[in-house]
């Protein structure tokens, strides 16, 4: 059996936190795991940023309401899913993803949830666990399952290495110079080539 895993921002959705800083004006907003490998250090970093301009949640889910997923990103998803069980794996938070799976079709996702108080200011996060989409990857391993995992950024290196044949997509130089073992995918033709032909290898059919 094979389960896919994959990362959502910059792999089926654009940037989240990108968008808000352009819609802001707050450029300090644009830095993400793929410039930042601490992701508790770039989320009080965030946090810290996010009172200091006086940005609520209702703020941020007004710009991922008005964000599409990239194109091509759920006819994609939807040939993955109609093949093999697909999930996807994030390090966003619930409250974000909402209006994003809508649009995706609904797809399973585990990410993160905020801890937000009555103002709507964002206070803290909650992780599901540590290195959740390792975990998540051995966890399909230990129950028989190849996985093929996919992401773009430093938080999805650990999970590429655990699965049975990990992938970049689209991923920044400083992540390829630093994870060469990786095939890169530049789009999801490539990518999807990528899949089929380590599912063969894996001795996996459809």
Known sequence: MLAICLDLEGVLVPEIWINVAERTGIKQLTRTTRDEPDYNRLMNYRLGILDDKDIKIGDITSVIESMEPLQGAREFLSSLQSRWPTFI??????????????????????????????????????????????????????????????GDSYNDTTMLASASIGVLYRPPDNVIAEFPQFPVTTDYSQLMGEIESAAMDLGERW
């Open 89 to 150: 794996l994030s390090d966003t938070f619930s409250q974000f993803a909402k209006p994003m799976m809508a649009k995706l079709g609904h797809p399973t996702l585990l990410c993160h949830s905020l801890v937000i108080d009555d103002s709507g200011r964002i206070e803290d996060w909650e992780i599901r666990c540590q290195d959740h989409k390792r975990k998540t990857v051995e966890s399909l391993k230990q129950m028989n399952y190849n996985v093929i995992a996919a």
